[in-house]
């Protein structure tokens, strides 16, 4: 770590001038906000580097984003777009930003649908079908029809945060499309904005009536027309051309828009794939299926992946609903990740025998002696293989019936993505051709070559995907900052394409084409390319609909975006590469937009789940860092580590000053974050803005003023230490009315909690139990210190909840231990949270000296909570040269150690009511076991404890007292804790301090307590 006195350079508009919004751009905003657009316009620099990436290696600056609320408000963009002065304005249509090819990228204005369009409108369950808004998430759409036993079948891994508009635009798919499909073949009507404003609908029709409209003169009737020229009169060219694959050629869907059969005409099937380069669609009518009500996968384990790529067409002859494959590269990977301890146990290893390859093999019906036919055929015939010809590879399997743990092992499989990119090194697995699809009876010497292309320029990669279907996700790691590999991703690129077409396939096989479209021409063929050309004319003449994706307009000039476009690695490498090691969390971030998952009992990520504003997350916030430190490396300017002195708070700048720096765009980012670490675990590359923010905000403040809050909380453990000397005092001084009032307006402080009467040092001695510091326990004997249990203090136990610490030492000295309270040096966690980084380096060699000496000493040391715990485990590691020699457990895990020879010490009494527990979101994503081990200790006396699933409660410590903060802090808490916190007949158990205060003042009727705080009132 670096450390620096310079000070930060301020980045305004002027510093950006390549970045600035063109003039016809800025003027045509301006028109549309006087106009009264129905929706939010954001222009700022900010909100267009969010646009500028999706989940593929490219970024391309927009003018700007539009987000709007309603259907008239799309017309309205387009209609203004119409006039001679902004003809040359450029649109494109945006999703949930989780495509992998650039798909929705471009340089006009991005129309995002995900932030207001996001309503189910209507559900016919007699009729199997449901309408929405397209900016709805795919998951989120299942929920909604969930309880009338139907769902969306079109499955793909992004499935929680990937909207339905996507999904249409890419024409999506994925596990399970040999039974359920892709998204277009569940479209049964789409509303759609044309470029000149005009909003058509669009569904089967006959031909003769198709016939009809096409004889007027409206856009939609130019529609018809070229639809039935194209579709209908060039038949015969279209059948000759398309593979015959379930993944069929997406993107202009020329074979099924007409349908000879039955003689009908459907627009939508040119709409779906269309990858938003003919029309805006913002409403879908689509069909759901019957939730299968018995559901069987079997793991079938490989001694290497080449043997599970030879045996899936065995697999898919079994009638398998889906046959799903891994190698073990992703393997490896996953059981490195927070994932592996929910699957571990339905993917045991052979005694022996090595798993490098698996393939998953679903089987779902509506009648369970169906689904017991098929799985025993399988699992008989398996055996007989195992046994009789061990040369195919084939090790064992694994037959799954628990709904839950099929439902975490896929959790698993849609993981990949993210997990590969969690791969060490520089290079990072890269998505550019990695959803080929070929006959599925060609896929292993497909693959063969492919893996022979990959080997021969020494490229580590990870393989996974629908192996029933013939696609196959292969992600080479490249390394994008460097010009040789960007060299090598073209040259690879163009022989995957080659290979692909040399094996009857596709190099689109469920991603869409984006960037990629240059290779258009080649596969559709001359002939019905230009067919393709002409579809698109007569939507978007002008070529002003995401311009060079799919093709270009009939008689245009136009160019196709290329794989050589400017990809994210261009600007990551102007950053020094020391600078880039120093901010690795930010910069690890590929795009794949986990942090985006909608549900609200999910960990991640708070802030995005309270304002939908895609700054708010991790994938964000490391955009903007990542920006943030390129333009530092403009200005010659090294951010790495943290300033080691700074000037004087009267000498730097006021924020507002400089109104326009990009500094304070980066900080509004920062300060919504909640600091609560659910990225640093659940994020599949480990994106832990906690880490960067607080390198950025050090930073930040160095050139300007803070806020006096922040010294408050800088110095709240040592005002606390003071304090909690004469708690009925203090109490009395700091929570009068006068005081409160001073606090809100002063500070900008709320509902600050109080001291506890009696203090933890009184509790303490009323029991007998010691206070010692490190010294004093050194001089203990051995005996002594043999039955001792350390509890190492945290500020918000010590001084808020007193009796917290005084349960533990009840319940400890019943087991026969003697509680010992170690002198509080401090924690620091609220300085690293604000960015005191100079005086959080220094509270970190003051308590790693501390609890080095008491390790030594082999005394256990407890902490009681988690958030200050984990601090001491993973924030410390960056800010000392010190060895971290000790280990402090939480409470649980020294009870799980202790319980087995005295529990018996302990009598409960039975609970008059249930019990249920609440994690702490930090502890539930850095100890998933966490809230396991509670249920475990409850068992000890058989109290049963029921675990719910929740996000953040909103307060995330200093964060929910915040007076800018209250809003999404009890959105929040709305979200996910109300309505479990507030049953009837339940008593809550949370394991956060946090947590807890946030029940005291959001459910004033309600109290929630530390399990410890339970079993201690309960103990006979």
Known sequence: ??????????????????????????????????????????????????????????????????????????????????????????????????????????????????????????????????????????????????????????????????????????????????????????????????????????APKPLAEAEQIAAGDSLEAAIYRQAIATCVG????????????????????????????????????????????????????????????????????????????????????????SVETIDSNVLDLARNDIIWHQVAEQLQDVPDKPMRGINMVEFTAVDDAEINDKVNWLTKTLDELIQGEPELGLIGYQICRDARSIQTIYAMRKKAVGLLGAT???????????????????????????????????????????????????????????????????????????????????????????????????????????????????????????????????????????????KRGYFDRQIPIHVRDDYQAAMNCNGNGLCFNYAADSAMCPSFKATGDRRNSPKGRATLIREWLRLNAVQHFDPSGFPLKTRTEFLKQVPSSEQFDFNHEVKAAMDSCL?????????????????????????????????????????????????????????????????????????????????????ATMRWKAHQWPQLDESQLAQLSADERQKCVVVVQDP?????????????????????????????????????????LTEFSRTVDTVVNQLNQVAALTIPMVGLDASTVLCLHDEYRDYTKQPLNYRVQLVQQWLLDVLPEHASALAMRSPQHSLQLLSHCTEQTAMPKAAKEWQQIFNFWQIPLQLEATGCCGMAGTFGHEIENQQVSRTLY???????????????????????SQV?????????????????????
């Not at 798909?103 to 079908?129: C, H, K, M, P």
């Not at 005291?1000 to 339970?1014: D, G, I, V």
């Open 675 to 759: 600091a609560c670490k659910a990225c640093a675990s659940q994020c599949p590359v480990k994106v832990d803005v906690p880490s960067f923010r607080a390198k950025f905000l050090a930073w930040y403040y160095g050139l300007y003023r803070r806020p006096s809050k922040d010294y408050l909380v800088k110095n709240v453990e040592s005002l606390g230490r003071v304090m909690a000397k004469w708690p009925r005092m203090s109490n009395l001084i700091s929570h009068n009315p006068l005081s409160a009032w001073l606090t809100r307006q002063w500070f900008g402080y709320v509902d600050a909690p109080k001291l506890s009467v009696p203090s």
């Open 234 to 321: 060039q038949r015969a060219a279209i059948d000759e051309k398309f593979p015959p694959l379930n993944r069929f050629l997406t993107g202009y869907d020329l074979k099924h828009c007409y349908d000879p059969a039955r003689e009908q005409i459907d627009i939508s099937r040119l709409l779906a794939g269309s990858e938003g380069t003919l029309a805006c669609i913002v409403e879908a009518r689509l069909n759901l299926t019957a939730i299968p009500r018995h559901k069987v996968l079997v793991n079938v384990k490989y001694s290497d992946f080449h043997a599970a790529l030879r045996n899936a067409p065995f697999l898919v002859k079994a009638r398998a609903t």
């Open 796 to 836: 918000f136990t010590s001084f808020y909840e007193a009796d917290l610490l005084e349960a533990f030492g009840k319940i400890a000295a019943q087991l026969g231990y003697k509680p010992v309270l170690l002198a509080f040096k401090g924690n620091g966690k609220a300085q690293h949270v604000k960015g005191f």
């Open 974 to 996: 709305d979200m996910s804790w109300r309505t479990k916190v507030e049953k009837s007949e339940v008593i809550t158990l949370a394991t956060g301090f946090s947590c807890r």
């Open 1 to 202: 770590m670096s450390n620096s006195d310079h000070v930060l350079p301020v980045f305004t508009a002027f510093e950006r001038r390549e970045t600035r919004v063109e003039t016809i751009y800025q003027n045509y905003l301006l028109a549309l906000e006087r106009a009264g657009f129905d929706g939010d316009i954001d222009g700022s620099y900010s909100g267009r580097l969010i646009a500028a990436t999706d989940n593929s290696v490219y970024q391309q600056l927009p003018q700007a984003v539009l987000y709007p609320r309603t259907t008239e408000a799309v017309q309205q963009a387009f209609s203004l777009a119409q006039q001679d002065t902004f003809r040359s304005i450029q649109f494109s249509p945006r999703g949930g930003g989780t495509g992998t090819n650039g798909q929705s990228l471009t340089a006009g204005i991005v129309i995002d649908l995900s932030r207001y369009f996001n309503q189910v409108l209507e559900i016919d369950a007699e009729a199997s079908w449901v309408r929405c808004q397209t900016g709805v998430v795919k998951d989120a759409l299942n929920d909604a029809v969930r309880s009338y036993d139907l769902f969306f079948s079109p499955d793909l891994s992004t499935s929680n945060r990937a909207t339905i508009g996507g999904m249409i635009n890419t024409d999506a798919s994925g596990q399970g499309s040999l039974v359920y499909g892709k998204t277009s073949d569940h479209i049964l009507e789409l509303k759609a904005v044309l470029l000149n404003g005009e909003c058509i609908t669009t």
């Open 424 to 566: 060490k090194g520089r290079r990072k697995p890269v998505a550019f051709a990695e959803d080929t699809a070929v006959p599925p009876e060609q896929l292993a010497d497909f693959i063969a070559e492919f893996r022979t292309l990959l080997d021969e320029h020494q490229l580590h990669y990870g393989m996974f995907g629908h192996v029933d279907a013939g696609v196959l996700h292969v992600r080479p790691a490249l390394d994008m900052t460097d010009p040789a590999d960007e060299v090598l991703l073209r040259k690879i690129s163009d022989r995957v394409a080659a290979l692909t077409a040399k094996y009857g396939g596709l190099m689109w096989g469920e991603h869409g084409k984006g960037y990629r479209s240059e290779y258009a021409p080649s596969f559709f063929g001359e002939a019905l390319y230009q067919e393709i050309q002409k579809i698109k004319a007569v939507f978007d003449p002008d070529n002003r609909l995401n311009p060079g994706k799919i093709c270009t307009p009939w008689g245009s000039d136009a160019q196709l975006v290329s794989v050589d476009a400017t």
């Open 1000 to 1020: 005291k003042r959001m459910s004033t009727k309600k109290r929630a307590l530390h399990p410890l705080q339970w079993l201690a009132e309960n103990c006979a």
